[in-house]
């Protein structure tokens, strides 16, 4: 006669306490691995931005506007769509807005550190053309970036000179100066849709545009 096997209610309950726990330990490790995550991949754009203006020592004393050519990093906030994001470029043709043949290149998968404005639109899908790291808000669940500092108002970008430098409102540069050299540390501070997970701030310091996280 085939006799059917099933978990007592005790068994039952300890499974339940034991998922839980397992549960409570692993969930805060998984926020702290996406927050360490964002922190390395957003510096390491920003660091490579200043790389680029190092190697690429952008300087034409016939060009009055040749400052606005300066490589930098710039983000982007969509009001309606939440969508948060951030470019690598240079704008060298000296129009005020960069495309996506003036941006830099992925080393991880060759494609474009850029992302169109267009991205913003309800329904807008990514170009495959572009690197989906850019994209914070998709990536890592960022909600907003505020600045402080130097970069208090209202700026969006941090741009690098030949000396590593950084300026910030480059697109302002109408003739050459260094009106705009940051000689107080700037700062871009990022938050999660999830609020378990903690804020961090990364500083871009001034004059010698060091890049590091606040602790």
């Known amino acids: 006669m085939f006799k059917r096997m099933a978990f007592s209610m005790i ?3 300890m499974v339940i306490v034991v998922i839980g726990i397992l ?11 996406i927050r360490q995550e964002a922190i390395d991949s957003i510096i390491s754009d920003i ?7 190092l190697l690429d020592n952008k300087h034409n ?15 982007t906030l969509c009001s309606k769509t939440n969508k948060v994001f951030y470019s690598v470029s240079s704008d060298m043709n000296e129009k005020g807005n960069v495309n996506r043949k003036e941006s830099a290149i992925d080393a991880y998968n060759g494609k474009y550190l850029y992302q169109s404005n267009y991205f913003c ?25 505020t600045n402080g500092g130097s970069c208090e108002k ?62």
């Open 121 to 145: 639109k309800e329904g807008a899908t990514p170009s495959e053309d572009d690197s989906p790291r850019v994209i914070i808000s998709e990536r890592f669940g960022i909600k907003n970036i």
């Open 23 to 33: 549960a409570s330990v692993s969930i805060p490790n998984l926020n702290k691995n």
């Open 61 to 75: 004393i016939n060009d009055v506007k040749w400052q606005m050519t300066y490589w930098k990093w710039r983000y």
């Open 154 to 215: 209202e700026v969006q970008s941090i741009a690098f000179d030949s000396f590593g430098r950084p300026h910030r409102g480059v697109e302002s540069y109408s003739s050459p100066n260094y009106e705009f050299l940051i000689k107080k540390n700037c700062s871009f501070t990022f938050t999660f849709f999830n609020k378990d997970i903690k804020p961090f701030t990364i500083i871009i310091e001034a004059i010698t545009g060091r890049v590091f996280v606040e602790k």
């Open 47 to 53: 660091v490579y931005t200043k790389r680029l203006a």
């Open 11 to 13: 068994e039952l309950v």
